[in-house]
């Protein structure tokens, strides 16, 4: 580009420094959109899709078939690839019989909450045969993926991959490959949450066990194309709903370089663990010859239910660099992976300062209702009846914003000022894991520590950062994040169960700053008879019984296994 034409463009950058200061936009965000706009060009792409979201049925490799939730007729749903600086735009008609959204899981969305997706959070959703336009300028690369907030669609199958490259690619490889990791169950979700609420536990924990799709595929079937001597790039994703994999190549090494959209600096692993929301890249650098075919091995598991036949669930396919050339396997009775405190991302970011501290004590049981559910500090989250987001606008202006009780207490509202750097301390008292996200940052993971032996391990100097985090049962972590973001985001477990069980909460951040809402989102409010504003003050929230709470310690007769989770044997 001539200099004479970066002059404009950097009279746009001192614009948006001070847009950056006037509404509370990200200024290193808006910083690297200007830097991208003088070495790529004044503009990105308009990355647009048309999705009509309807019932398919899909066959199980003949096991058996049931309805799926997809797109224009197919299912599994493909990926959209874009690049840094593009805004993807995807108008979707909703052609079910019940409200439907679309998260782009990991994104940002900094001046653009209205398109984050979160059922009756940020949006109504998008009535029955109604449709709704997201668009998103697209201001972070990496490795994401799109699914349904609203009720149990996204374990139905509304869900993909979203890639977003980065001209400027800090790592060096040939070629790039794809793989979605998700779990597939035979029953709907509606009748597997039936079981979950129950407050029996033995009907509760009757084991419901899922099948693997990799790569879109029947696991088993997936076959990954090596050229010798080629270094490819793995973005894995686990866009399932109640299982983690565990990714692994024969004879091979894996350098990992990517979690969650954050670049780190590589590190060797045999294997890597991807939780339920959680993605990760790595590099592969193929052998010199293609004498051998290697096995890959994506296992699914979980430590919420006791299946010794099924737990885990062993799927493999083929590293093919000849058709018909002898398979290489290997078996390794111990998973191993790498830590997350292990982990330093590229740009070392320091250890934030906290200002604003919260405690956040996760328990399970069974509450007035006579239902199980999940909660947080013994508030089990439950949809307001007017969205969060157009409560927190609404409230502004009449100077109440600030005050959680507006939000109603089924939201375990926390409203946050601009700026602030808020400590999470996050304690899992339920004897399994829960892979916990948050809208619209990443958090520094500071300390893990586990409640029986009271050992515990410090972050490095530069902490990693991720959007979702794996704690174990009887475990506690130290996260932070800077409230740079205004709008309302939720924090909760991923495993959708858990989060229709109550394991959610919101943070509402600087309210004032919000931007205005898109008449579309407002239209659709109507269209269903939801208010699009005022207080959701309530007062028939469920209560719990405390002495029915689950204990962090498994039911007689359970081996406590979680440890794999996190790649290191804890005992205690």
């Given amino acids: 580009m001539p200099r004479w034409q970066a002059i404009p463009i950097l009279y746009v950058s001192l614009l948006y420094f001070s847009i950056a200061d006037m509404f509370g936009i990200r200024a290193d965000v808006l910083c690297y959109a200007a830097a991208m706009m003088l070495q790529f060009g004044a503009g990105g792409m308009e990355i647009e899709h048309f999705w009509t979201i309807e019932p398919v049925e899909y066959t199980m490799e003949g096991l058996f078939t049931r309805t799926a939730i997809g797109v224009n007729g197919q299912w599994p749903i493909p990926g959209i690839e874009a690049t840094i600086g593009d805004t993807l735009v995807i108008h979707a008609t909703n052609k079910l019989n019940e409200p439907t959204t679309l998260h782009s899981h990991g994104l940002f969305q900094n001046g653009t909450v209205f398109y984050d997706g979160a059922y009756m959070v940020s949006e109504c959703g998008i009535a029955p045969n109604s449709s709704f336009t997201y668009r998103i300028p697209l201001q ?109 190549i024969a004879n091979h090494v894996l350098r990992l370089i990517e979690v969650d959209g954050v670049l780190v600096r590589e590190r060797l692993t045999h294997g890597v663990t991807i939780g339920v929301g959680q993605r990760a890249s790595v590099l592969v650098t193929a052998m010199n010859s293609t004498d051998y075919n290697y096995e890959f091995r994506a296992d699914m598991y979980t430590d919420l239910l006791q299946m010794p036949r099924y737990n885990p669930l062993n799927y493999t396919g083929v590293v093919q660099y000849s058709e018909g050339a002898p398979l290489k396997s290997d078996s390794c009775e111990r998973w191993l992976c790498i830590n997350d405190l292990d982990l330093e991302p590229l740009d070392d970011e320091p250890v934030l300062e906290p200002t604003t501290f919260i405690s956040l004590d996760a328990y399970s049981g069974v509450f007035s209702d006579q239902t199980f559910r999940h909660s947080f500090n013994n508030h089990s989250y439950a949809p307001p009846k007017i969205p969060t987001a157009l409560t927190a606008l609404s409230m502004a202006a009449q100077e109440r914003a600030y005050d959680p009780a507006v939000y109603g207490p089924q939201t375990n509202a926390y409203v946050l000022r601009h700026m602030d750097v808020v400590q999470i301390t996050l304690t899992n008292h339920d004897y399994y894991s829960h892979p916990f996200h948050l809208h619209g940052h990443t958090f520094q993971i500071i300390e893990i520590g586990s409640l029986r032996s009271r050992q515990s391990k410090l972050s490095m100097s530069s902490p990693v950062r991720r959007d979702t985090f794996v704690l174990k049962g009887g475990h506690y972590a130290i996260l932070r994040f800077r409230a740079d973001n205004p709008g309302v985001w939720l924090f909760h477990c991923h495993i959708n169960w858990h989060i229709d069980l109550g394991l959610a909460m919101t943070f509402i951040e600087a309210p004032e700053l919000m931007p205005k809402v898109p008449e579309m989102l407002r239209e659709n409010c109507i269209a269903q008879g939801i208010p699009t504003g005022g207080s959701s003050e309530q007062d028939n929230e469920p209560t719990p019984y405390t002495d029915q709470f689950e204990s962090y310690d498994p039911p007689s007769g359970w081996k406590l296994v979680s440890y794999i989770l996190n790649g290191n044997y804890d005992s205690s």
């Avoid at 490959?177 to 597997?192: C, G, N, S, V």
């Avoid at 033995?202 to 696991?219: H, L, M, N, Q, W």
């Fill in 140 to 248: 972070q690369a990496g490795t994401y993926w799109i699914h349904s907030h609203s009720k149990q669609q996204s374990t139905d199958g509304l869900r993909t991959s979203l890639v977003i490259r980065d001209p400027r690619e800090q790592y060096e490889f040939d070629e790039e490959i794809i793989l979605t990791l998700q779990d597939w169950f035979r029953q709907p979700a509606r009748e597997m949450l039936k079981q979950f609420r129950s407050p029996d536990p033995r009907v509760r924990f009757t084991p419901a066990v899922p099948y693997g799709i990799i790569g879109g595929e029947c696991a088993n079937r997936k076959r990954l194309l090596f050229k010798p001597n080629r270094t490819y790039r793995l973005r894995l994703i686990n866009i399932g709903s109640s299982f983690d994999f565990h990714f692994s």
